[in-house]
């Protein structure tokens, strides 16, 4: 029986990127296998470009700039967008379950943890505070974000912490407009994030920041921490199985768009759940969808449901669009961070009518 009065706290060290996402999964599925106990844990990575399991790789990273500076590209098993990750970074992550958390609300349990998250990080010296959705700040500048995903019963809830980050090295990474890397633009985005070196004058050890960040989330919660110097049995075998799968181009790469032989409509549209991106091809002998494509910026369980979702929109008639979309969601349960069925509507609404503003 797994404990709920104690929170294993566990630090995997500096690891590659396929190496972090392999534990991710690992412990996940133990948590939700009940082989794991609730767990805290802290990572590092070398430099490593990570994109959302919902994103493509070409549309969010510069491939050719990564494989120049020996960055790593690897894709995280939980939505959300893509990130530059180093050893100027420390990551935390919760594993939890419904019960221990006392409600299956993601915006409630994303409070609750950020709070508790900027608490740790205000022990170091300074005045953190939560900002919704998802982000910790410090007069208005951000310090952490975070995102959760649900498998069954379990969460994973993680967060990131800026120690000495550089920021033009990420707008280097990311795949963004060229006027973004001008020398007023990276100074402007400098502006909007917070490293607790500038913060605190000094760079803080690592020990103390990992020491006030699980204190914290001990006291949230009202439990005790156990230190913990590796993984269990069962988790070094799910750790090893996840590995012959993520460390591979086919788990990378899944999301890129194969060719078609039909002209590609695009649209990007935003709401309160996050950034989509829709590609579609359209018959327009039949006004039928062929193919659509959901990438983005989103969170979503279970992570096929848009694969799913995909699959169920082949060869849909136009006109039956809103009423397939909605059905999909009234057979498919799930878990939605702000995100709703009208969100997926709108946006591949969007890229079919592209196609009237196209010469």
Same mark, same amino acid.
């Given at each position: 029986m797994r404990d709920p009065g104690t929170l294993r706290v566990l630090d995997t060290g500096l690891r590659r990127a396929a190496e972090?996402?392999?534990?991710?999964?690992?412990?996940?599925?133990?948590?939700?296998?009940?082989?794991?106990?609730?767990?805290?844990?802290?990572?590092? !990575?070398?430099?490593? +470009?990570?994109?959302?399991?919902? #994103?493509? @790789?070409? #549309?969010?990273?510069?491939? =050719?700039?990564? %494989?120049? #500076?020996?960055?790593?590209?690897?894709?995280?098993?939980?939505?959300?967008?893509?990130i530059y990750f180093d050893e100027t970074q420390i990551?935390?992550?919760?594993?939890?379950?419904? +019960?221990?958390?006392?409600? +299956?609300?993601?915006? /409630?349990?994303?409070?609750?943890?950020?709070?508790? /998250?900027?608490?740790?990080? $205000? /022990?170091?010296?300074v005045e953190a505070r939560y900002r919704p959705r998802n =982000?910790?700040? *410090? =007069?208005?500048?951000?310090?952490?974000?975070?995102? $959760?995903? !649900?498998?069954?019963?379990?969460i994973m809830y993680q967060g990131t912490l800026l120690i000495d980050f550089d920021v033009e090295r990420m707008l280097r990474v990311l795949r963004i407009p060229a006027e973004k890397l001008s020398d007023k633009a990276i100074a402007s985005a400098r502006d909007r994030v917070a490293n607790l070196k500038d913060l605190t004058g000094e760079l803080p050890s690592f020990d103390l920041v990992r020491k006030h960040l /699980?204190?914290?989330? %001990?006291?949230?919660?009202? *439990?005790?921490?156990?230190? %913990?110097?590796?993984l269990n049995d069962a988790e070094e075998k799910a750790f090893a199985e996840a590995m012959t799968e993520i460390d591979s181009p086919e788990w990378i790469y899944q999301h890129n768009r194969p060719a078609i032989d039909a002209p590609l409509l695009e649209a990007v549209s935003r709401s309160r759940g996050g950034t989509l991106r829709v590609g579609v091809s359209v018959d327009p002998g039949r006004e039928r969808l062929k193919q659509v494509w959901i990438t983005g910026d989103f969170f979503v369980?279970?992570?096929?449901? @848009? *694969?799913?979702?995909?699959? +169920?929109?082949?060869?849909?008639?136009?006109?039956?669009?809103?009423?397939? *979309?909605m059905a999909f969601f009234e057979h498919h349960p799930a878990e939605m961070l702000m995100l709703t069925p009208g969100d997926f509507i709108a946006a591949i609404r969007a890229a079919v009518e592209s196609r009237e503003a196209s010469p």
């Open positions: 972090n996402m392999a534990l991710n999964r690992a412990l996940l599925e133990s948590h939700q296998a009940g082989t794991s106990p609730h767990t805290l844990r802290f990572l590092r !990575f070398t430099p490593s +470009a990570l994109i959302g399991f919902h #994103q493509n @790789v070409e #549309q969010e990273l510069r491939t =050719d700039y990564c %494989a120049a #500076q020996g960055i790593d590209i690897q894709r995280r098993i939980t939505g959300g967008g893509a990551g935390w992550e919760l594993y939890l379950d419904k +019960a221990f958390l006392g409600t +299956a609300d993601m915006g /409630a349990i994303a409070k609750r943890i950020c709070e508790a /998250a900027a608490a740790g990080i $205000g /022990a170091l010296g =982000d910790i700040e *410090v =007069d208005g500048r951000k310090i952490s974000g975070t995102g $959760g995903a !649900f498998d069954g019963d379990s /699980a204190e914290s989330f %001990a006291g949230a919660f009202g *439990v005790r921490l156990q230190w %913990a110097d590796g369980t279970p992570r096929r449901l @848009v *694969v799913d979702l995909e699959a +169920a929109l082949r060869n849909t008639p136009l006109d039956q669009l809103e009423a397939n *979309v």
